[in-house]
């Protein structure tokens, strides 16, 4: 009986491989020289493994940022970027052909242990319309489309447990700081990167930024999740107001509807996932979603295409395996489904919603996926 389970979950496993898309293109750690994961582990150095953030310009390059710390830091003193023992880098790719486009390394100083309570190792974005937002070195930085700054503002360090998050526009110019303690609570200075001025301040917990709407959830008097909501900037006007019991995500689409990750039944792994639209105040139908988790998803700027990450338990090996499901939100087909990756990985998709990239963290590898317009997809 053992050996005929064991033989059903290999046929099962190897379904599920036959099935998926291969990707287009693969861009290996030749081209991008990054520090290899096997030397972190080898010598037991805790915590200096890079985190590394992928994203897309918006000139649809693929952008991989990290912040690289030496094997063996000390406190920098300020300003002095001389002795700087932690290392901001970009690396911009084309999403075509993965052809290296450039290369940027600059200091990042101030004290490290302030540095490294910010949420993510990486912390800079693209704005929609044009430039960067970034964060880094106790700074508050709006960037050009050259990675010049034209905006710098010192950050005043917060309290112990406190620390600063960005919340990048979908769309529009508005971006938001926010300060709290906890995901999805805090103080959030509501940013013009036009005009550099704060325009609104908000409490409460920011999802995503489309024009002047507030994408924000809201929470039961048991701290947990369960309603959904919009707030316009600068206006007391809220938009729609929804419940949702089971909240996994939430993102704007490219017209400013909103797109919501939820699931009913059981907790996951044994839950049913599920995405469904949110349009002048109203629900659509819900979309199912296969895996045991489901639980991030990114949206594509200019087009009516989300990806979804899923994932389930690993079958023999310490774990999750996960996967990027493609959808497109008018016909509701999904587009493509990755192969199932084994590391810890992160993807992002382009403004047209035509290319799917993912950072392979152990790896050290970007791999490229071309997604099918509605409708040829291949059966």
């Given amino acids: 009986m053992r050996t005929i389970n064991i033989v059903l979950l290999m046929l099962i496993f190897s379904i599920l491989l036959f099935s998926a898309d291969k990707p287009a293109l693969v861009v290996k750690n030749k081209t991008l020289d990054l520090p290899k994961y096997e030397n972190y582990r080898k010598n037991e150095i805790p915590n200096y493994d890079p985190e590394f ?54 200091p990042a100083v101030g004290e490290l242990d302030w540095v490294e309570r910010l949420h993510y190792g990486s912390r800079i974005y693209p704005l929609p319309d044009n430039g960067y937002v970034g964060m880094f070195h106790k700074r508050l930085q709006v960037l050009d489309s050259a990675l010049n700054v034209i905006y710098d503002k010192l950050l005043e360090r917060l309290p112990e447990r406190y620390v600063y998050d960005i919340f990048p526009p979908s769309h529009g110019t508005f971006f938001a700081l926010c300060q709290s303690n906890k995901r999805y609570s805090g103080e959030n200075d509501i940013i013009d990167s036009d005009t550099f001025k704060v ?43 929804l419940k949702i019991d089971n909240y996994t995500d939430a993102k704007f689409t490219h017209n ?124």
């Fill in 53 to 106: 953030k992928i994203q897309f310009s918006q000139k649809d390059e693929i952008m991989l940022s990290f912040f690289q710390r030496s094997k063996h830091p000390v406190l920098t003193i300020k300003d002095d970027q001389g002795k700087a023992s932690l290392f901001f880098n970009i690396i911009l790719l084309s999403g075509e052909d993965g052809k290296l486009i450039n290369k940027v390394e600059w």
């Fill in 199 to 241: 325009v609104d301040k908000v409490s409460g917990g920011i999802v995503d930024i489309w024009g002047d709407k507030l994408l924000m959830v809201g929470f039961s008097e048991k701290n947990k999740i369960n309603s959904l909501y919009e707030k316009r900037i600068g206006s007391i006007y809220d938009g729609f107001h």
């Fill in 256 to 379: 400013g509807a909103a797109i919501v990750l939820s699931y009913k039944g059981q907790s996951p792994p044994y839950a049913q996932h599920y995405w469904l639209t949110i349009e002048n105040g109203m629900a659509g139908n819900p979309v199912l979603v296969d895996g045991e988790f489901v639980n991030t998803l990114v949206t594509a700027r200019e087009a009516p295409v989300f990806a979804v990450r899923s994932a389930k338990s690993r079958l023999f090996d310490r774990g999750g395996a996960g996967w990027i499901n493609v959808y497109d939100i008018n016909s509701k087909q999904k587009l493509l489904q990755t192969k199932t990756y084994n590391d810890n990985f992160d993807y992002a998709l382009s403004s047209d919603g035509r290319i799917l990239a993912l950072f392979v963290h152990e790896k050290r590898k970007i791999e490229i996926y071309k997604v099918p317009e509605s409708g040829n997809k291949k059966k």
